[in-house]
């Protein structure tokens, strides 16, 4: 008998629990006789490159990969079918849309179904594809839990508690030195890892995109904290905070086919400005960069993720195309990609954790 095929790919920067939605999707369908699982490596590359790049995912090959980072498939932030990267003959980059051409290689491979896990630039990819007719389920990935249409997503978790691991490390230091330390954590211009790590590690300051910061009102706080007895203070900086005057750290990518701008190094920035306000303290910086990416999932995020396969497969069952998985407490339900990619999850100022930063005396730059 010849089995449906359906195939899987991670797209976009990787985030712990990738594995783990493989591995669902792949033992879910183990349970139904006509289906079977394949994977594209690193995202559509797989699919478009020559020769193609496509596995058979089974019982045991996903066997033990919920509880290991990354994705087994590999990924990538550059490309896609709609925005290939071509080198000129003058030597000059530019950009293809080979999507028709990829649709026909799907058909070829008798793909009837692909679910794409990714950020909201894979989503985007996704509602495109489903508009050419391909029958396409989105599951949303990203540490940064800047996805609106859903409560969390998996790998968010983890990044949080490695952050929080880290202020609580950074603490020890700073109470022996009597410093001033700035750490720098990953989330675009959402606020979230900072927000919770801050509380949970119990940072004196927090500043996230959200609030833009004063840098005379941060000295304030920190000397306010020395005097009341700390002698150290821990500030927990976003890679996306804006000072009052709308300045951050924001570069244009210089990678070939990638349109992400980098974001980071603004609590350098920060160190400057502190400095410049006659902060009287010595100062180290430090930015955690991927370690928030690495590494294990937390149990947490291994179920979130485990669920989100599961869903995912059971979407292709139904038929549910042209949308996306997501997280509504207690739920995991299915949202259409349309309402998934509009709108990017803010912390919004009444947030109940920006309320919970400030009963703890936490400074958010901006009183
Ligand atoms: O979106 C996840 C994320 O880790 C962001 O927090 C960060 O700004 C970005 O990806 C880093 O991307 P890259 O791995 O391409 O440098």
């Given at each position: 008998m010849n089995k449906k095929r359906v195939l899987v790919l991670t797209g976009g920067g990787d985030c712990p629990g990738l594995n783990a939605v493989i591995r669902a999707i792949v033992k879910r369908a183990?349970?139904?006789?006509d289906w079977e699982v394949i994977g594209s490596i690193r995202s559509f590359d797989g699919i478009l490159n020559e020769p193609s790049e496509i596995v058979v995912l089974n019982d045991t090959i996903v066997?033990?990969?919920?509880?290991?980072?990354?994705?087994?498939?590999g990924t990538t932030t550059k490309g896609g079918p709609f925005a290939w990267p071509i080198k000129d003959n003058d030597g000059n980059w530019s950009e293809a849309d080979r999507s028709d051409e990829m649709l026909r290689k799907l058909q070829y491979l008798g793909v009837e179904a692909v679910i794409n896990i990714g950020g909201d630039g894979s989503q985007k990819i996704s509602q495109l594809l489903y508009e050419k007719g391909l029958n396409v389920i989105g599951v949303p990935k990203t540490?940064?839990?800047?996805?609106?249409?859903?409560?969390l997503t998996f790998g968010f978790q983890t990044a949080v508690q490695i952050a929080t691991e880290s202020v609580d490390k950074l603490v020890t230091t700073a109470a022996s030195h009597s410093r001033v330390m700035i750490m720098e954590v990953m989330g675009r211009e959402a606020g979230w890892i900072a927000l919770h790590s801050a509380i949970a590690g119990g940072a004196d300051v927090c500043i996230i995109p959200e609030i833009p910061y004063d840098p005379a009102l941060v000295v304030k706080h920190i000397k306010k904290r020395y005097k009341q007895g700390g002698g150290f203070a821990i500030i927990v900086i976003a890679e996306g905070a804006k000072n009052v005057h709308g300045e951050g750290v924001k570069k244009n990518s210089?990678?070939?086919?990638?349109p992400n701008s980098r974001l980071g190094g603004v609590a350098y920035k920060l160190e400057n400005e502190l400095k410049q306000a006659e902060l009287p303290f010595d100062i180290r910086v430090t930015v955690l960069g991927h370690l928030q990416r690495g590494g294990v999932p937390i149990a947490y995020d291994r179920v979130l993720a485990s669920q989100f396969g599961i869903k995912a497969f059971e979407m292709v069952l139904n038929k549910e195309f042209g949308k996306m998985v997501a997280f509504r407490q207690p739920d995991v339900i299915s949202v259409p990609f349309t309402e998934a990619i509009s709108q990017y999850n803010y912390v919004k100022h009444d947030n109940y954790l920006i309320n919970t930063a400030r009963g703890l005396g936490i400074s958010l730059g901006d009183e």
């Amino acid at each position: 008998m010849n089995k449906k095929r359906v195939l899987v790919l991670t797209g976009g920067g990787d985030c712990p629990g990738l594995n783990a939605v493989i591995r669902a999707i792949v033992k879910r369908a183990e349970n139904e006789d006509d289906w079977e699982v394949i994977g594209s490596i690193r995202s559509f590359d797989g699919i478009l490159n020559e020769p193609s790049e496509i596995v058979v995912l089974n019982d045991t090959i996903v066997s033990g990969i919920h509880f290991r980072g990354g994705t087994i498939l590999g990924t990538t932030t550059k490309g896609g079918p709609f925005a290939w990267p071509i080198k000129d003959n003058d030597g000059n980059w530019s950009e293809a849309d080979r999507s028709d051409e990829m649709l026909r290689k799907l058909q070829y491979l008798g793909v009837e179904a692909v679910i794409n896990i990714g950020g909201d630039g894979s989503q985007k990819i996704s509602q495109l594809l489903y508009e050419k007719g391909l029958n396409v389920i989105g599951v949303p990935k990203t540490i940064d839990n800047d996805l609106s249409a859903t409560d969390l997503t998996f790998g968010f978790q983890t990044a949080v508690q490695i952050a929080t691991e880290s202020v609580d490390k950074l603490v020890t230091t700073a109470a022996s030195h009597s410093r001033v330390m700035i750490m720098e954590v990953m989330g675009r211009e959402a606020g979230w890892i900072a927000l919770h790590s801050a509380i949970a590690g119990g940072a004196d300051v927090c500043i996230i995109p959200e609030i833009p910061y004063d840098p005379a009102l941060v000295v304030k706080h920190i000397k306010k904290r020395y005097k009341q007895g700390g002698g150290f203070a821990i500030i927990v900086i976003a890679e996306g905070a804006k000072n009052v005057h709308g300045e951050g750290v924001k570069k244009n990518s210089v990678e070939i086919g990638n349109p992400n701008s980098r974001l980071g190094g603004v609590a350098y920035k920060l160190e400057n400005e502190l400095k410049q306000a006659e902060l009287p303290f010595d100062i180290r910086v430090t930015v955690l960069g991927h370690l928030q990416r690495g590494g294990v999932p937390i149990a947490y995020d291994r179920v979130l993720a485990s669920q989100f396969g599961i869903k995912a497969f059971e979407m292709v069952l139904n038929k549910e195309f042209g949308k996306m998985v997501a997280f509504r407490q207690p739920d995991v339900i299915s949202v259409p990609f349309t309402e998934a990619i509009s709108q990017y999850n803010y912390v919004k100022h009444d947030n109940y954790l920006i309320n919970t930063a400030r009963g703890l005396g936490i400074s958010l730059g901006d009183e």
